[in-house]
């Protein structure tokens, strides 16, 4: 393996990509906001010319996301990314599509990344004409001189063959050599062994390797999967919801986790020696929901070192009470349930947690109850005050800690555990860098969207009625519309606009608290909208034929 | 060439039973009344509005004999050669239809369903309007309009059959696009650098258009009757432009009173296997590209006998 240089090739700064999330189709009509989930949030990230860098980490991490973005597949959000000096986020559509020559990927799938329609040659030499390579011979050479690259041999064979007469090795194989035809001087391999065969992995894994030796790549190689990392990767970043929380060479990440989710992740490798057992306390649950992260550390309501300053909250509060009465007899349950009441509203994170229903003495017996079964949880260190409120009591949790990532040895590690070893200035304000997101606003009653939303709506209700009463009235009068009009259309139109004003309204009417009569504002602008539709698309039927004179007057009564 | 060749032949090579059956079967039907179309001249004896031959008039709706196949109808024309000529008008404006529709609603399904957003909704919302509507009541109104511009034309008629059917082309094109823009391939398009127009053109289109064939076929059957349709109700071909089966059928309505049935017959036949041999040829290909309906032929494998030692 070549030692590799410490030129960078790629430069990754305050990287962030953030995604709205889309609620119904009409939230999406009017562009009203559900949230947004942080894929990538806030990654350094250095690559030098010639290494392997590993993202490692579960499902939802953001390693794929981070690997699209060096692509400029997914749209960076705030931050950069640098290629050769030149800043991705700078250039037009045109440029970045003409970048990819240099930065190119292979795909988890071989089966889905290659077109089902399009031959190995035409797949393979696609890269080529898509860069401007007009001649079909030149491309073909190009191609077999490819498909040799990656050990598809007799490359007559495959040339004519469809994706679907190949294995997935060979399919893999293919997209290796789409990939490496432009001469690109980065690769990013989002998990290109993990839906091969066992047999197959280590084959392609080392094409990888003699493909970078060969023509000086540099990889970017993402995987959930430790072992091949280890031997594959220089280098190696363990991703957790979107960041970096640990970031070094691989021997050291492997002879000495720091980061509680790394060691986890070591754990979790399967142990091939049946006799040893060791103890797997692997992390609890499952990666949390990205849209609305733990408060401080993310990773710390999983966490098995968690200290009383990770960021404890509501939502942490509640999976220890559920957790509980997991272990309690159904009588115990329902008589501690009556004291605690609903739990459903500490789903929305805050460091202030109101419980109890049946008294505050209760209520903090209970709690104690829960504390005395398990002392050691860091959740209790975490908790600043209980006071008495109403009927129940109010926990008040101590502001978390975001670690960003800090020099530890030969390593990065963002964990509190781990307190920065250079300069502590810096850290402390990298600490402040990403406040505990606040909760959500609550807007009471009518916001400006919902009033808006109705007057568009009873406009284009009612207006075509009041703009065509004096036309409606001579065909009512007379059986027989003397002008010619374009009623129809406008009160389609108008009542298509009611509607989905009215649609709005009565699902996302009144703000974020709804009232019920905001519903029954919706209901009636959209009734009025069907009335509109109904009315102008049956003038069209009724009218259209009469305004010619073919067809007698008859029809038209 | 032979790539297409073989594609083509694909519907016929790959089924068995009742759809290669079906599909035999239409393809036959159709067939014989595409060569009518093609060399209605040779065909038919007299032309499709002729009233005499060599200055001797045809007589007013006589039976059939042996100078007039099917007889001839109250405006003296001969109703052999009006079918004859007829399936030139029918084939001329299904095509020209067909060809409309798959011109305009595909590559509309295409960039709608790629770039989504206001354009695909606005577009969506235009395409369910129109086919929420009765297609018939739309395609009178679409000739009410266009025969003012256009004048009682091929073009005309074949516009306005396009009216209603491109809402099925641009609903199927689009939504097998929504789906298939998703694939890894689409992405795998763009990582190595295509731009839209080549996404579309190179990658998407032939993931999309696989159904269009169906398509086309049941809606040039469904457009046969509409072209009758029209026709019947006096909107469409006027008799002196061409000879139409719905007009001719039209006019027949009071022969049938009074004994006289070949004006009615022949065309009405000409329609009933023409739509036939369509809808066969549409459900036969429909069988062997739907997915779901296919039945695999399977091909006996024969092992070479085993050499004896």
Sequence with gaps: ?557 | MRKVLRAMAKPFTDTTGTARWMLVAGIVITAIFVICAIFAPLLAPYGFAQASAEGVRFPKAGPPSGDHLFGTDRLFFDVFSRTIWGARTAIQVVLLSILICVVVGVPLGLVSGYYGGWFDRILLLVMDALFAFPSFLLAIVFSFLLTDILGGSVLAVALSLSAIYIPQYYRVVRNTTVSAKEATYVEAARAIGASDFVIMRRYLFQNVVQSVPVIGTLNAADAILTLAGLGFLGLGIQSTDAAEWGHDLNRALEDAGSGVWWTGLYPGLAIVLLVTGLTLVGEGLNETINPTLRVRRLLPVHMPAREER
């Design chain 1, 1 to 557: 393996m070549a030692w590799p240089s410490t030129e960078p090739i790629v430069d990754i700064r305050d990287l962030s990509v953030h995604y709205g999330l889309r609620g119904g189709s009409l939230a999406r009509l009017i562009g009203s906001d559900a949230g947004t989930v942080k894929a990538v949030d806030g990654i350094n990230l250095t690559l030098r010319r010639g290494e392997v860098v590993g993202l490692v980490g579960e499902s939802g991490s953001g390693k794929s996301t981070l690997g699209r973005a060096l692509l400029g597949l997914a749209p960076a959000t705030e931050g950069s990314i640098e290629f050769e000096g030149q800043d991705l986020a700078d250039l037009s559509g045109r440029r970045l599509r003409a970048l990819r020559r240099d930065i190119q990927m292979v795909f988890q799938d071989p089966s889905a990344a290659l077109n089902p329609a399009m031959t190995v040659e035409e797949a393979v030499g696609d890269a080529l004409r898509v860069h401007g390579m007009r001649s079909a011979s030149e491309r073909r050479t190009k191609v077999i001189d490819a498909l040799e690259r990656v050990g598809l041999s007799p490359v007559e064979l495959f040339l004519e063959k469809y994706p679907r007469d190949l294995s997935g090795g060979q399919k893999q194989r293919v997209v290796l050599a789409r990939a490496i035809i432009t001469g690109p001087s980065v690769l990013v391999a989002d998990e290109p062994i993990s839906m091969l065969d066992m047999s197959v992995r280590a084959k392609i894994l080392q094409l990888m390797l003699d493909l970078k030796q060969d023509l000086g790549l540099t990889y970017v190689y993402i995987t959930h999967d430790l072992a091949s990392a280890k031997f594959f990767c220089d280098r190696i970043a363990i991703m957790y919801l979107g960041r970096v929380v640990e970031i070094g060479p691989t021997e050291e990440i492997f002879a000495n986790p720091r980061h509680p989710y790394t060691k986890a992740l070591l754990r979790a490798i399967p142990d091939p020696d049946p006799g040893r057992q060791l103890p797997r306390d692997l992390p609890r649950g499952e990666v949390p929901d990205a849209a609305s992260p733990p408060f401080g550390c993310a990773f710390h309501p999983r966490c098995n070192e968690a200290t009383p300053i990770c960021g404890w909250e509501s939502r942490d509060l509640r999976a220890l009470i559920e957790g509980h009465w997991t272990r309690r007899s159904a009588e115990e349950y329902a008589g501690e349930r009556s004291i605690v009441g609903d739990l459903d509203h500490l789903d929305k994170p805050t460091t202030g947690a109101t419980i109890g229903s049946a008294g505050s003495a209760e209520t903090r017996v209970f709690l104690d109850r829960v504390r005395a079964e398990k002392p050691d949880e860091p959740i209790w260190g975490g908790i600043d005050a209980i006071n008495d409120v109403g009927s129940g009591v109010r926990v008040q949790f101590r502001e978390g800690v975001d670690p960003a990532l800090r020099r530890a040895g030969e390593v990065q590690v963002a964990c509190v555990l781990y307190p920065d070893e250079p300069t502590g200035v810096e850290a402390a304000e990298s600490d402040r860098d990403r406040p505990p997101p606040p909760p959500e606003p609550v807007s009471a009653g009518i916001n400006r969207r919902t009033v808006g939303l109705t007057v568009v709506g009873l406009i284009a209700a009612l207006l075509p009625f009041v703009a065509f009463a004096g036309i409606t009235r001579e065909f009512v009068q007379n059986g027989v519309l003397t002008s010619y009009s374009r009623i129809n259309v406008l009160g389609i139109l108008g009542g298509v606009v009611a509607f989905g004003c009215g649609w709005a309204l009565l699902t996302k009417g009144g703000g974020a608290e709804r009232a019920p009569w905001w519903k029954a504002v919706g209901v009636v602008v959209a009734l009025l909208g069907v009335l509109q539709f109904l009315h102008g698309s049956s003038l069209l039927v009724a009218v259209s034929p009469c305004q010619s004179e073919r067809v007698d007057s008859t029809w038209c009564r």
